[in-house]
């Protein structure tokens, strides 16, 4: 940047860039070199707190905090960072009390609103969620993350027309960003659009993999999994079980991933495998009603495919105690054909029309804590 490399400000827009593009480490290594030179440049300390919330840091959050409020009291980003700490940790009322006393301290503080509507947002109280969304929005005019989170809201309540509209303003202010992507996405395979929602699935996952990171978080599996499901309501079967594999690898212990490589087995007729991943989900969640009715419906079929005597040659051979004479008395008992169990036609197309309901589609992605 040249002359303007030492410039404190040009470099606190560098980190927001990072920050935005989901570089968190590199973010927060840009904003720790700034806070060593300046310790509490008023621009920087919101970033900064926000990666330590992205990458789980605690104790440095905890002892940030300490601090701040110990120099700055009266300052709304003291106050801001211990509610951020107690969000990390899972005490959303503590986390409530302290952030509004940050925006009671500034009433436009845009970064406490946005943090203020999460404490809501983790306990579904989507209304009180909303408001505070809505009061961040009016405040961080051309940041796309209170629009993003609106947006998510309505989804959860249901109403994916006005989800759509925030999602397409947030997309208008960020057009790269994976996580507006990844949820446009999910409006589209809502809406029974496949072919739209692979299309946001796959340009979110370009726009990961082209940061420094790229797929090394956890947060990114439901993203790879989407894109499994869309690609098994393309019938591209072998795509989608590619895509699942990808999810096992960054969260080998989530149910909802072996359930669904399970499912496209099962449409590929491959009831053996298929099984032993509906065994391996239902080991993970035992009260997965999907995985259970399907592992039943796996089941049967593989018996009725399975020939019972499979290695048993068509002409037996005589027993070494008996002449040819004596094998004519041995006695063949015969069924009846009223007694004989028909077996269904395909079980695949009887998969095919399972209820879209139980493979739930996965939208609980880790977003940005905070800005």
């Not at 300390?45 to 919330?53: G, K, N, Q, S, Y």
């Not at 809505?134 to 809201?153: D, V």
């Not at 960054?250 to 359930?259: G, V």
């Not at 496209?264 to 009603?289: C, E, P, Q």
Request: net charge negative; with cysteine; proline share 4%.
């Amino acid at each position: 940047m040249g002359l303007l490399g030492e410039n404190m400000d040009i470099v606190v827009n560098l980190a927001e860039r990072h920050y935005y593009n989901c570089e968190f480490r590199a973010c927060l290594n840009i904003t720790s070199e700034v806070l060593h030179k300046d310790p509490y440049h008023s621009d920087c300390l919101p970033v900064h707190i926000a990666c330590l919330v992205e990458l789980q840091k605690a104790n440095d959050l905890f002892y940030l905090a300490h601090k701040l409020v110990d120099l700055y009291p009266e300052k709304p980003v003291a106050w801001f960072a211990v509610g951020c700490y107690y969000l990390l940790v899972k005490k959303n009322d503590a986390a409530r009390q302290y952030l509004s006393k940050a925006t009671s301290l500034d009433r436009v503080y845009g970064p406490a609103w946005l943090a203020y509507g999460h404490s809501f947002a983790i306990e579904n109280e989507h209304d009180q969620a909303m408001a505070a969304y809505f009061k961040a929005s009016q405040l961080m005019k051309g940041c796309h993350l209170p629009l993003l989170y609106i947006g998510l809201e309505y989804g959860l309540t249901n109403n994916s027309k006005l989800a759509d509209r925030f999602f397409s303003q947030a997309l208008a202010i960020a057009p790269k960003d994976p996580f507006v992507l990844h949820e446009m996405g999910v409006v589209a395979f809502q809406n029974e659009d496949w072919e739209a929602a692979k299309k946001y699935f796959v340009e979110a996952l370009d726009s990961v993999q082209s940061g420094q990171q790229g797929l090394s978080s956890e947060k990114w599996e439901p993203l790879l999994n989407n894109i499994g499901h869309a690609c098994r309501k393309l019938k591209k079967y072998t795509e989608a079980l590619d895509h699942h594999r990808r999810a096992l690898i960054l969260s080998p212990r989530n149910p909802s991933t072996y359930s669904a490589m399970g499912y496209v087995h099962s449409l590929l007729g491959n009831y053996a495998v298929a099984i032993d991943y509906f065994h391996k989900a239902l080991g993970l969640r035992r009260d997965d009603t999907f995985s259970t009715n399907m592992l039943e419906k796996c089941m049967q079929q593989l018996l009725y495919d399975l020939d019972p005597c499979e290695d048993v040659p068509d002409d037996l051979p005589i027993p070494a105690n008996r002449t040819a004479g004596d094998s004519e008395e041995i006695i063949t008992e015969s069924v009846e054909t009223s007694d004989v169990v028909v077996a269904p036609s395909n079980l695949s197309s009887v998969l095919a029309d399972a209820s879209d309901s139980d493979m739930a589609l996965e939208v609980s992605m880790d977003l940005e804590g905070s800005d």
